[in-house]
């Protein structure tokens, strides 16, 4: 089985960040880790730096 890879939670708005489903409108392919977004990546619904991201306990 696969490992589940990480999803990181936007501590400013809630928004999660899903490797498996990525984040196509930006142009982040899914299966992308976090770990592997741009440095200048933002969140898509409220702007906020991949620093305020924290990851999700599942």
């Known amino acids: 089985m696969a490992e589940k890879m990480q999803k990181y939670e936007c501590m400013d708005c809630g928004y999660i960040y899903d490797p498996a489903v990525g984040d196509p409108d930006n142009g982040i392919p899914p ?3 976090f770990e592997e ?3 200048d990546w933002t ?3 409220c702007g906020a730096e991949k620093s305020e991201f924290e990851p999700v306990e599942e």
């Open 31 to 33: 299966g992308t880790p």
């Open 37 to 39: 977004l741009p440095d």
């Open 43 to 45: 969140c898509p619904d």
